[in-house]
């Protein structure tokens, strides 16, 4: 089916001949390695602002969470430096605690000025998350506030926690109040969500650069959370307040969790006039296959397999490659980075048209991970080439008995593992 009359092309061809001259090697993939526990931080800098003189801040929270495939225990939480005492730790990662892989736990941390410390200046520390997989440091910075033994600028809730959403798609709103307590005006200079994974929030507010609060006066904010990728997901939201000629900074912790997006139905079709298959599970693409807007006719065969459209902890990418007419006019889907890349290394001419049409898990050493299926793939050994992919073995084995090659790793010849 030619790619002038539909676009994009819907024949899923491969000129294998071509590809193996280049030495792509399909089974050359990186395997998984052993089993790991690894510590993920949501922060690493923890901005208190103004604190007053033996009055306690707000908490800060900062999340562990084990985005390893062991457990992960947490031996100690330490707190060092000349001014070590001006911070508390407490919290939900009492140590010793022991997190199995996904789990996490919330580190609770105040400050309060020491009276050593003049108005203005700067007060740190540093906390210390020690597990059995390493050490990670904390910053953390506060300074003594300029104007009164309170706490002028308060947050409600202090720290915004959102919880677990999908991948790609939109957690409701979650309410955030900025008030000011003190028994003085001030200045708003900076509100901002910044760092980390900003782009996966966004802040809606009437709070405003250049506003001014007065005592006992509010103003409103809202965060949405839309994860673009599975696991812990953070970042901050930075205020800045001026008040009697100094601008203090804050940072309020901002946090979520990518969860996993519904798998799509990845859609094979057969072409009879062709001896071709070739799979979507684009809607688009599906509807013009099915409505028979092609040159020659594509039907659905029953078969279909799970794929996710965004990236999810531990899936690979599958792109999707056009072959121009002198190449045959076709598609290839790679697995993997590695044999995305050399594959348009090698054929400059081939279109790259997704670097990530979907996402799949990768065997490792032809073993899919736990609660994943095998994806078969079998090859026409034609000069037309083609290939077909399934999760069917006794399928598979037809199509070997017909003459069709058998490709993958492992003893089984697995190629991909579907969700």
Not at 240 to 267: F, K, M, N
Not at 297 to 304: C, D, I, N, Q, Y
Request: aromatic content about 10%.
């Amino acid at each position: 089916m030619s790619r002038s009359l539909v676009a994009p092309a819907f024949c899923n061809t491969l000129l294998r001949r071509i590809l193996l001259a280049s030495a792509i090697v399909v089974a050359a993939l990186p395997l998984h390695a052993s089993a790991t526990a690894i510590p993920h931080l949501s922060r690493s800098f923890v901005q208190f602002g103004f604190v007053p003189h033996d009055v306690a801040s707000q908490v800060q929270a900062v999340f562990v969470t084990n985005t390893g495939d062991a457990a992960l225990t947490i031996a100690a939480l330490n707190v060092s430096g000349a001014q070590a005492a001006a911070f508390k730790v407490g919290g939900t990662c009492t140590p010793p605690i022991v997190l199995p892989p996904a789990a996490r736990c919330r580190v609770d941390v105040t400050a309060t000025a020491p009276l050593a410390v003049l108005r203005g200046a700067p007060f740190n520390g540093t906390l210390t998350v020690q597990t059995d997989a390493g050490a990670t440091d904390v910053t953390l910075r506060g300074a003594v506030d300029p104007g009164f033994d309170v706490l002028t600028f308060f947050a409600t809730p202090s720290y915004l926690d959102i919880g677990a959403q999908a991948v790609g798609t939109t957690a409701a709103p979650q309410p955030w109040v900025l008030a000011n307590r003190g028994t003085e005006s001030f200045l708003i200079s900076q509100l901002a969500l910044v760092g980390g994974d900003f782009a996966d929030f966004a802040l809606t507010s009437d709070c405003a650069a250049g506003q001014t609060l007065s005592p006992g006066k509010a103003c409103s904010m809202s965060v949405a959370f839309t994860p673009q990728a599975g696991g812990p997901r953070a970042t901050e939201l930075s205020f800045q307040a001026t008040l009697h000629g100094t601008t203090g900074t804050y940072r309020y912790s901002v946090t979520g969790i990518g969860g996993a997006a519904a798998p799509v139905d990845v859609v094979e079709y057969y072409n009879a006039t062709l001896d071709h298959y070739f799979i979507t599970w684009v809607a688009a693409e599906q509807a013009n296959l099915d409505a028979g807007n092609t040159p020659t006719r594509w039907t659905r065969t029953g078969f279909a397999f799970h794929a996710y459209v965004a990236a999810q902890s531990g899936t690979s990418p599958v792109c999707r490659y056009y072959l121009p007419p002198v190449f045959g006019d076709s598609h290839f889907f790679g697995r993997g980075t590695a044999e995305c890349d050399a594959t348009g290394a090698a054929h400059p001419a081939f279109v790259l048209e997704d670097p990530q049409f979907m996402h799949v898990y990768l065997p490792a050493a032809g073993t899919c991970p736990a609660g994943t299926t095998p994806i078969y793939r079998v090859f026409s050994n034609r000069p037309d080439a083609n290939h077909r992919y399934m999760t069917d073995r006794s399928v598979r084995e037809q199509m070997v008995a017909r003459g069709w090659l058998a490709e993958g790793d492992g003893p089984d010849l697995v190629v991909m593992c579907s969700a």
